[in-house]
């Protein structure tokens, strides 16, 4: 009787699986969906709701082959919802990482912008400067020109002016081949070399060592040491012998 009962049952199912109808439609939908998570990287953006995909996905093939319709439909079903879980996630992940390249795009436009004020403000400084030297100059020489026809006597020869010291700079851009001590030798930075120091110490987050400095790069120049500290700066300088 048990021997039977069970042959009545197998029959029953093999009847049953024959009757099913295989998921075709859906089983490609599957695969579209798998696929498509894999195109968009969800692998690496969400690794275990693809893996989790591709296992049941596998898992439907076998279950298709094997013409166990009815497991394949409810197997293609788990493949599908882990296939969208992926997408979905590797989609925000794609927009976060979009959204980040945006931003710091947008930062370094605003950061070229600013430094591109700061050059055209500066330039228009020193043609100010300049230009007020000329007229000055011009003053100066038509004032001698004057004294010379009035006087009766040979005027004596005019004593050179003395040199126009260059303004002082708050900002400087290093140029090809420049160190730190090059620098604080202009005579528009300190005019004297073994001040060094002081450029480094304003700008360490930008230097990593005293030898390391790029073209381009805008430093800080310090004005409110008092004579302490600028002789302090100098026996670093000497003591570290760098340049």
């Known amino acids: ?30 695969r579209y969906l798998v696929r ?6 969800a692998a690496d953006w969400s690794p275990g709701e693809y893996q989790l995909a591709r296992s049941a996905l596998d898992a439907a093939e076998e279950q298709m082959e094997q013409q166990q319709y009815r497991a394949a ?47 055209a403000e500066q330039e228009a400084a020193l043609r100010q ?27 004596p020869p005019p004593s050179p002016s003395p040199p126009v010291e260059p303004a002082k700079v708050e900002r400087y851009e290093v140029r090809a081949g ?23 110490r304003a700008n360490r987050d930008q230097i990593k060592t005293p030898q390391e400095i790029a073209p381009g790069q805008m430093l800080d120049i310090p004005r409110d040491k008092n004579s302490e500290e600028l002789e302090s700066a100098r026996k670093e300088a000497r003591e570290l012998n760098l340049f």
């Open 1 to 30: 009787m048990t021997v039977r009962f069970l042959l009545i049952i197998s029959i029953a199912a093999m009847v049953l699986a024959g009757c099913a109808k295989p998921p075709l439609a859906e089983l490609e939908t599957a």
């Open 36 to 41: 498509h998570a894999a195109e968009i990287g």
């Open 73 to 119: 439909a409810r197997t293609i079903s788990l493949a599908r919802r882990y296939a969208e879980e992926a997408r979905s996630e590797s989609e925000q992940a794609l927009a976060r990482q979009a959204e980040l390249e945006r931003q710091r795009a947008e930062k370094a436009r605003l950061q070229e912008d600013q430094r591109l004020r700061e050059l």
């Open 129 to 155: 400067r300049q230009l007020e030297q000329r007229r000055q100059e011009e003053a100066r020489q038509a004032a001698a020109r004057a004294t010379s026809a009035a006087s009766v006597a040979k005027p």
């Open 178 to 200: 420049q160190n730190l001590a090059e620098i604080a030798h202009l005579p528009e930075v300190y005019g004297d070399r073994l001040l060094w120091p002081l450029i480094y």
